[in-house]
């Protein structure tokens, strides 16, 4: 079997476009959403990342507040720039770009962020919520893998779900939401990890691999079934002599091999990168929604 590859691109491309109808009739309301950004220190990929959240912003119509704080800014002034967001009514969604430089506390100013604002879903507030099944911000990541099962036709309802993966950003988050009774969701998800004796035992019976190890090549060809729908949540830098700026982007899988092999599979990059961001702009409209009770 070929695999049919999702077009992650595509895809978000064409939910960005849903928002920027919905961010145009909101505007027309005299609703502007926001979303204000903190990025602390110098960290190229943080950079990239958030620059292109920036970018993405503008291009559907959301104001975006961006501050740029030098890497020995301290805990207190960092908090206190979360919480003068929590109190600004032209901020529907707050952003602080992580990782944090090690001598600031990142679960503190997780817990500061207002959870009506926290469009990472990354407050225990969200989390809770989320796992037990109430409304709430989605974590953007799991929420575009989420979104690639559903708008690329497979079946998640009543499969098998194996997660490579555990953490906090990705596999908790994507093993929780994927086994709800919800709609693309429904599943029986196992959650594979480092301390997993047999990785092979598990990745062989799974209709669907959601890959968030964090290591190129974590599932091969041999690891899997005909057929099986594979989600490449990895971003790896490989060097490569060959590319201008000495690396290229891998993921988690054996791509080449398991195109092969699998019904579906996505591309890195092109596969769920586009989707985080994508979502990072969905629950920025639904805050603003929220915060002008339009539901
Ligand atoms: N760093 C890597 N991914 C993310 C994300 O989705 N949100 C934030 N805030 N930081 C990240």
Redesign the pocket.
Known sequence: MTAKIIDGKQIAKDIRSELKDEVAALKEKGIVPGLGVILVGEDPA?KS?VKAKERACEEIGIYSDDNRLPADITQKELISMVKKMNDDPKINGI?????LPEHLDEAEVIMTIDPTKDV?G?HPVNIGKMVIGEKCFL???PHGVQQLLGRSGAEVSGSHVVVVGRSN?VGKPVANMLFQKNKNANATVTVCHTGTKDLAYFTKQADIIIAAAGRPNTVTADMVKDGVVVIDVGVNRVEDASKKSGYRLVGDVDFDGLKEKASLITPVPGGVGPM?ITM?LFNTVESAKQANSII
Do not use: N
């Not at 952003?95 to 990782?99: N, R, Y």
């Open positions: 943080s990342y952003l602080v770009q992580l990782p990472d990354f974590p953007c990541t950003i985080t990072l």
